[in-house]
Nanobody
Framework: QVQLVESGGGLVQPGGSLRLSCAASGISFNIYEMGWYHQAPGKQRELVAAITTGGSTNYADSVKGRFTISRDNAQKSVTLQMNNLKPEDTAVYYC??????????????WGQGTQVTVTS
């Protein structure tokens, strides 16, 4: 059974920091591309940051320079360090695992989400 379990969300003031973690089980973690998405009320879920199996990273323009994604294959975990948080970062954050091969998406798993609220 595949599980992605997020932790680390919460309430923070503008300019503050949070660190989200996602622990994976039930998958061969090192062959999965990992990502963090967020979804604000009334909006579509969108990519925040992703990291490939080789460690290459990709960020949404809105978080470049503020967020850092990293992975630990031995611990089967992915982390999103969020600095200089803004009210517009408020959303539910979801961990995502994708297995791709030959340009095709074979597996796509989601965590249950963790709420991040940035407010003064």
């Amino acid at each position: 059974q595949v599980q992605l379990v997020e932790s680390g969300g919460g309430l923070v003031q503008p300019g503050g920091s949070l660190r989200l973690s996602c622990a994976a089980s039930g998958i061969s973690f090192n062959i999965y591309e990992m990502g963090w998405y967020h979804q604000a009320p009334g909006k579509q879920r969108e990519l925040v940051a992703a990291i490939t199996t080789g460690g290459s990273t990709n960020y949404a323009d809105s978080v470049k320079g503020r967020f850092t994604i990293s992975r630990d294959n031995a611990q089967k975990s992915v982390t999103l360090q969020m600095n200089n948080l803004k009210p517009e970062d408020t959303a539910v954050y979801y961990c995502n695992a994708q297995y791709k091969s030959g340009g095709y998406l074979f597996d796509n798993y989601w965590g249950q989400g963790t709420q991040v609220t940035v407010t003064s």
